[in-house]
């Protein structure tokens, strides 16, 4: 069963920046997806950012240019850097992992922007 593990979450100002980490652990996919989903009140979940294990990457428009995803496979963690946040990202920020065809997630941490 994997779990993943997140951190990083928090208030800060428009502007400002967040570091989101995710660490899964026990997964035996060497090849597999990771990556960042937010659920804003009232709307449904959405892709921010994800990251297969050989470095492709897929973004949401309203994202590109501003956060960065990376991860480092020796240790099973995903990061998500998130750059001149806006209001409008405000939201349950949530890990996802892909593997072996199945989907794992997080629990979710909050990360609120502040106008």
């Known amino acids: 069963q994997v779990q993943l593990v997140e951190s990083g979450g928090g208030l800060v100002q428009a502007g400002g920046s967040l570091r989101l980490s995710c660490a899964a652990s026990?997964?035996?996919?060497?090849?597999?997806?990771m990556g960042w989903y937010r659920q804003a009140p009232g709307k449904q979940r959405g892709l921010v950012a994800s990251?297969?294990?050989?470095?492709?990457?897929n973004y949401a428009d309203s994202v590109k240019g501003r956060f960065t995803i990376s991860r480092d496979n020796a240790k099973n963690t995903v990061y998500l850097q998130m750059n001149s946040l806006k209001p409008e990202d405000t939201g349950v920020y949530y890990c996802?992992?892909?593997?072996?065809?199945?989907?794992?997630w997080g629990q979710g941490t909050q990360v609120t922007v502040s106008s």
């Open positions: 996802n992992f892909v593997g072996g065809g199945r989907d794992y």
């Open positions: 990251m297969q294990t050989f470095g492709r990457t």
């Open positions: 026990g997964t035996t996919f060497s090849i597999n997806t």
